[in-house]
């Protein structure tokens, strides 16, 4: 007999080219040999990067790390406009690019900083009246989008070669990329469309300590760990079921606490009594009173694992469950006679 193993956390993948969200969940599945499992923020195939994979009781906490904000390094190419809004897709226009300085392009993106509006592209996977807007698209299908409100907290210019700029974005969620570099385009005169995208980091995880693409595809873990300085959108790997040996156990040392999804939280710690009231859905008692006295926090029994997200109430001295975590405890597994 032995004690089972951890079954729940975060894998930090650097996601490779050519593959989409759910082929990195479905490798990683069958890899960690498990069923509960999902990712926090759809990764466009043609980009590469971070995308956190949540297993087990982790899955709770999937909308508290999507609203979390993320860092890109994306190659825009000016001069083009495609269908598609990235240079995989079907040329629309095509203009002479002249005088692209930083001061110039600096200027055209202080427009696009802050809250702003964005229209979804049609190659996307927004749902209009119960289908994907990308299936719509293949089939020739436009339909009239409602713009959304988003947040980009900042656009910072790193180089400019011809026509071509690397600009690192933070930005809030359901923020697309894509139609930032096409409306920076836009208000330049000559349109543009993404060349290359690399997600940096997804809220407290990032790309440089991420497993990589090989590492998940082939279960080798030679290969280098994802930079955030690395060229652009560069994978060599290739994507796709790997031959390998099903062993995952390369991957759950890589695997992450559930807690570290909400890095940066407020952390309150019950008794047992408390930890036990929360547990069964109930108010508790926090005591000494947190520090804050309104808000969600992360919430841990005395002896460490979280136990959920909760919301404080009374000025900080109770605190009522939102999200209930059943903490991995190592059970004794039984072998059949």
């Known amino acids: 007999m032995s004690p089972e193993p951890t079954r729940s956390g975060v894998l930090v993948v650097d996601k490779g080219r050519g593959a989409t969200s759910f082929d ?24 590469t990067g971070v995308l956190p994979i949540l297993v087990g009781e982790a899955t709770k906490l999937t909308p508290y790390l999507v609203d979390q904000d993320k860092e890109y390094l994306a190659t825009v190419r000016f001069g083009v406009t495609t269908d598609t809004h990235d240079v995989s897709g079907r040329i629309l226009s095509e203009a002479p690019v002249d005088d692209l300085t930083t ?21 996307s996977a927004v749902h209009h009246q119960g289908r994907r807007l990308y299936e719509l698209a293949r089939a020739g299908i436009e339909v009239e989008r409602t713009p959304r409100e988003v947040v980009v907290r900042s656009i910072v210019i790193e180089k400019i070669d011809g026509p071509r700029a690397a600009i690192r974005v933070v930005c809030g969620k359901g923020t697309y990329l894509r139609v930032l570099a096409a ?28 497993v990589s693409w090989r590492e998940l595809t082939e279960g080798r873990s030679d290969a280098p760990v994802g930079r955030s300085d690395a060229p652009v959108g560069r994978s060599d790997a290739p994507v796709g079921r790997s031959d390998a040996p099903v062993d995952g156990g390369e991957l759950w040392s890589r695997m992450r606490p559930v807690e570290t999804a909400l890095a940066g939280w407020t952390v309150v710690r019950l008794d047992g009594t408390g930890a036990t009231t929360f547990a069964h859905g109930q108010a508790a008692d926090v005591i000494p009173a947190a520090a804050a006295t309104e808000g969600f926090v992360r919430v841990h029994d005395v002896a460490g694992p979280m136990i959920g997200v909760g919301e404080l109430m009374a000025g900080g001295s109770k605190v009522k469950p939102v999200r209930i975590l059943h903490a991995d405890r190592p059970r004794t597994r039984s072998l059949p006679a």
């Open 24 to 47: 990195v969940v479905a490798i990683a599945r069958r890899r960690l040999g498990v069923r509960r499992i999902g990712h926090a923020g759809t990764l466009d195939p043609d980009a």
């Open 183 to 210: 409306d920076l385009g836009a208000a330049l005169g000559c349109g543009g469309a993404v060349e290359s995208l690399v997600r940096c980091r997804v809220g407290p995880f990032d790309l440089r300590d991420a």
């Open 103 to 123: 001061a110039r392009l600096e200027e055209a993106c202080r427009a696009f900083v802050g809250r702003i509006t964005q229209v979804p592209p049609m190659y």
